[in-house]
Every structure is written in C-alpha cells, then in structure tokens.
C-alpha cells in the first residue's frame, strides 16, 4: 500500500525559492509599486505646493529683512521693517478698516447661510435644485463686475440706495466719504458674493446628518427648533468650523471689493476710510517698487493675523457648537 504525499503549494506572498530572476524582479517591482506609489500619487500636490505656496513665502520673509528696492539695490536691515510697522499710523489704520469690515461682513455672512441652508434643507421644499442655483449664481460673477454694479448702486447722486432711503425721509448719505458708511457698503457687497457659497457648504454638511436622528427627536416631541438646535448645529460643527476659517481667511484679504468701489485708488477713500492691510501692501510694494521690503513685511503681517484669527475662530466655534 502506497501513501502519496501532498506538498503545499508556496506562497504567493514570495517568490519560490528557485525562481527564475524575471520572476523576482517583477516580485520586487510590485512590493515597490504598493509601498511607494502612493507617495508619487501625492507628489504633485506637494511640489507645486513648494514651488507656488511654500517658496514664495520663504522669498517674501527674506525680503522683509531689507530695504528691498525691485529696481535697485537690497540692504540687510534685520527687523526694522516690522518695527517700523509698529509706529505706522497708516497700518494700523488699514488693520483697523479690515478687521471692521470683516465683522461686518462675515457674522451677517454666516448667519444668513446658516438660515438659507436649513431653509433649504426642508424635504418638503419644491424646486430645490433651482433655489440652489440661484443662490450660488452670485459667485460665479465677476468680482470686478460685482464691483462696478455696487459701487453705481452706492453713488450719492444717483444711486438706487440713496433713492430708496429718500423715500423714508433719509438724505443722500456719501457711502465713500465716512469710515462706518464705506464699512457698510462693501460688506454688503462681499455679503452678497460669498453668502450663497457658504450656503451651499452648511446645505451639504446638513444633508450628511442621518435621518433618523430628526425621526428619533420628533419621536420624542421635540419641535423643528428643538431639532435644529439639538440636532442640526451638533452633527454640523465639523463643516461650519470649515466654513468659519474660509470666510475669516477671506474676509481678512479683502482688496478687489474695496479697490474698484474707490474707482481703483489704492489709498481707500480720501482719507483712507476703507484702505485694507492687503491695499496697504499692495501700495508698499508694487505702487511703490522702492518698499518692497516694507511692503513683504506688511504681507507677513497680514499672514500672522490670519493664523492666530483663525485659531482663535477654530476655537471660540468648536466650544460654543458644543
């Protein structure tokens, strides 16, 4: 009686111990391909990232440590630009106008998405797809055109606003000539531009809340208010702190909506009323190619109060969703 033996087949998570060499380099070769190959998927991000994002930051920090002229000679003066910045009149000023604006623009911003988002959250509504539209159309135009439009809006003379209030008895107001009226109108503007996009974000963070969540509290008696306050803004905190640091980094480089409104003048009004930190930059720099050193130190400037606002957003919203 003869026993026969089976042997087990080797495994397919190594080559055979006497495989030919074509067979082990193409081992080798698909063990590489799945360890690395992702890296190289990503490797685009990061290398434009460097090129467009990292090194101009770089380049423009080493150029705030001199008396940068673009056309001239570059003399090492430490950190002079930014004391300098410290007793300028004309910068805090800017930063004044800018952090003005941004409130005025970004927490009626906010709070208007937020109420357009649920609104449109309804599974009763009709004709969603078209609200939607309608609400992001305002982004997709032009922001010079945006501009224009408002600023004719706003003229004192002839103005549809001035008229409207006239007809309340409201005599013909300067939007341009007062720091808090200028403040008004071009947070009306950027409110106008960006409230359907943030809209558009917080419907989709709404729309990812599972259902039966709102089919359990109604369950258990709690009204639609009880619900979007129990419910909606909890499961909705990771999207509207995405949302809250878009609108702060943007708010905070404010310069198209306040340049046009003041026909192009770099200044911000005639006595620099609504002059934001990125104009200001803009006429240290390539206004002026002789402070262009001064100008990168502005930049900076502007970059550090994004960082620390932001955090300070991340922070304040995640505790108070809570």
Same mark, same amino acid.
Request: proline share 2%; no cysteine; aromatic share 20%.
């Given at each position: 009686m003869s026993v026969s033996a089976t042997k087990a087949p080797p495994s397919r998570g190594a080559p055979a111990k006497h495989a030919s060499p074509g067979r082990r380099a193409r081992y080798r070769f698909a063990r590489w391909d799945l360890k690395y190959s992702p890296y190289l998927y990503i490797a685009p991000f990061f290398v434009l990232f460097g090129i467009f994002g990292l090194y101009p930051m770089v380049w423009t920090f080493w150029m705030s440590l001199h008396d940068w002229d673009l056309v001239g000679t570059h003399t090492f003066i430490g950190l002079e630009n930014y004391t300098a910045l410290l007793s300028d009149d004309y910068f805090w000023n800017a930063v004044r106008n800018t952090f003005g604006m941004f409130v005025l623009a970004t927490v009626p911003q906010l709070a208007l998405a937020l109420f357009l988002a649920n609104l449109l959250n309804r599974p009763l509504l009709r004709a969603r797809t078209f609200f939607r539209m309608i609400i992001f159309v305002p982004n997709v135009v032009s922001v010079a055109a945006v501009a224009i439009v408002f600023g004719m809006l706003f003229q004192r003379d002839f103005g549809?606003?001035? +008229?409207?209030?006239?007809?309340? %008895?409201? @005599?013909?107001? @300067? +939007?341009?000539?007062? #720091? +808090?009226?200028? +403040?008004?109108?071009?947070s009306v503007m950027v409110d #106008?531009? #960006?409230t359907g996009y943030n809209t558009l974000i917080l419907l989709a963070g709404m729309q990812a809340i599972p259902r039966d969540l709102y089919?359990?509290?109604?369950?258990d008696g709690a009204s639609a208010w009880r619900q979007f306050w129990n419910v909606t803004l909890p499961m909705l905190r990771p999207t509207f702190v995405f949302v809250v640091?878009?609108?702060?980094? %943007? %708010?905070?480089?404010?310069?198209?909506?306040?340049l046009i409104f003041n026909n192009g003048n770099i200044i911000g009004g005639t006595q620099r009323e609504f002059q934001t930190?990125?104009?200001?930059m803009f006429e240290n720099s390539i206004h002026n190619l002789s402070r262009a050193g001064y100008g990168a130190a502005v930049a900076w400037a502007l970059f550090l109060m994004i960082v620390v606002v932001s955090v300070l957003n991340f922070v304040i919203t995640r505790r108070s969703v809570k």
């Open positions: 549809v606003v001035n +008229w409207f209030l006239s007809l309340f %008895g409201v @005599d013909a107001i @300067d +939007w341009r000539r007062e #720091w +808090w009226t200028s +403040w008004t109108a071009i #106008w531009r #960006w089919e359990a509290a109604a369950m640091i878009l609108s702060t980094i %943007g %708010g905070l480089q404010l310069f198209v909506e306040p930190v990125q104009m200001y």
